[in-house]
């Protein structure tokens, strides 16, 4: 299982927008790096470092001192519906490398949680667990290091994929269905879900799992996520216990 923020290898401004098309594209395309094929460089990963090279939100990543461009899909998020409320305790499921961890203590969360299955450096601020979040153990696990249940779950998991495109999307749904029980089972009443999802027409079932159990339930995706991604988010809003 990856952390699924952009595929990024070894992931404030309060009112941090996007980055804007015009000049900066033009200036992107003007200065736009190749990547040379190397021996024992798969095309796949020549165009993915390419990608990376040239992504504007990268670069911002580096100079604003996020652990990954997913930062800013969180802050559009936030800056959108207003979950990560001062004081709050938050669990970021699949948290590696932190770019989300480091979003919601900016933004005032008194208790932060990350979990995944790889390590992390340590973020001053927040306790991360080196855990699988779908063991039987890790909701537990998770509400001691809070202190207590949720005000917010997080995630922006993906599977390992295996490029068979139905394949994928089957193990995305499920991922999903993972997250969204492990919020069920963690978040306190008025509490708030927020997970990365992809269209794909299968995610009906989800839906119906969570509109019942929350006052709203919407779908979103932030201008930082890549253009031709199919990607979105579920923003699950107030928690009826």
Not at 4 to 9: L, M, P, R, S, V
Not at 41 to 61: F, G, T
Not at 72 to 84: A, Q
Not at 162 to 170: E, M, P
Request: without cysteine; proline residues 5%.
């Amino acid at each position: 299982m990856t952390d699924g923020k952009d595929g990024e290898e070894p992931r404030r401004r309060r009112r941090s927008g996007p980055v804007t098309k015009g000049g900066d594209s033009r200036a992107a395309k003007q200065f736009h790096t190749k990547v040379k094929t190397a021996r024992g460089r798969k095309i796949s990963s020549k165009l993915w470092l390419e990608r990376q090279l040239n992504d504007p939100y990268v670069q911002r990543a580096k100079m604003e001192g996020w652990r990954s461009r997913a930062a800013f899909k969180l802050i559009e998020l936030d800056d959108k519906f207003r979950v990560l409320k001062r004081g709050a305790a938050v669990v970021d499921l699949g948290a590696a490398p932190g770019g989300w961890v480091q979003v919601t203590l900016k933004r005032g969360a008194a208790k932060v949680v990350g979990i995944d299955l790889l390590e992390m450096e340590p973020i001053p601020g927040a306790d991360l667990i080196e855990m699988d979040f779908t063991d039987p153990g890790a909701p537990d696990a998770v509400k001691a290091a809070l202190g207590g249940p949720a005000d917010v779950v997080l995630s922006d998991l993906a599977p390992w994929t295996t490029g068979h495109r139905k394949t994928d999307h089957l193990r995305i749904v499920a991922l999903v269905e993972e997250a969204a029980e492990f919020a069920l089972e963690t978040l306190k009443p008025g509490g708030a879900f927020i997970a990365k999802a992809f269209q794909g027409g299968t995610e009906g079932e989800i839906l119906a799992r969570l509109k019942p159990r929350f006052e709203k339930v919407r779908h979103a995706k932030p201008a930082a996520s890549r253009s031709d991604s199919s990607e979105t988010y579920l923003v699950a809003l107030g928690f009826k216990g």
